[in-house]
């Protein structure tokens, strides 16, 4: 009997993150452009106000019976004007440093986004769940996308690598 619940359990997970692998990617582009990033489904939107600033944010998620582990794959984006300059480096530092305050610094690297600075970083927090950033400063936004899942998960990875920044 356990044999059986083992073999029913094991199907379902298979069969929910099969559902996962096979979501419906699309690619997410903010109104008038900026940047892209491919999306394993229709995003959730939401506009906040943040420190004055309106900040936006696409969202999609698969939760742990759905995809074998939770999945989050979220961008937030905020506008901004003008060229990146000198300060970007240690704004860069800065926003790293705030996000992952409190968990452990996996890997952190400097990089460019098409021609802009950003930072690509991994951490782990105390509930050992692992989150995949990038940060990028353009001409037209501050960037961050982010990925909630295992650190070697295919589906993260597509998402990460599939951010660009251009119109």
């Known amino acids: 009997m356990r044999l059986a619940f083992a073999i029913l359990a094991l199907s ?15 690619t997410f582009q903010p109104p008038g452009g900026g940047f892209q990033i491919e999306m394993p489904g229709k995003p959730a939107l939401k506009s906040e106000d943040r420190n004055g600033h309106k900040t936006e944010s696409a969202l999609v998620a698969f939760d742990k019976a ?5 999945l989050v794959f979220m961008v937030k ?21 705030a996000m992952s305050e409190g968990n452990t610094m996996i890997s952190d690297e400097d990089e ?3 021609d802009f600075p950003a930072r690509e970083f991994t951490m782990q927090d ?13 001409d037209r936004y501050f960037i961050q996308a982010l990925f909630l899942g295992p650190p070697d998960n295919a589906l993260g990875k ?3 690598d599939s951010f660009s920044v251009g119109d």
């Open 158 to 160: 597509r998402f990460l």
């Open 112 to 114: 460019n986004i098409g």
């Open 66 to 70: 759905a995809a074998g582990a939770n």
């Open 12 to 26: 379902l997970a298979w069969s929910a993150s099969a559902q996962a692998q096979n979501a419906r990617w699309q």
């Open 77 to 97: 984006y905020q506008a901004r004007s003008g060229a990146p300059g000198p300060e970007t480096a240690e704004l860069l530092d800065r926003v790293v440093k």
């Open 126 to 138: 105390k509930d050992k769940d692992t989150y995949q950033v990038r940060v990028v400063i353009t």
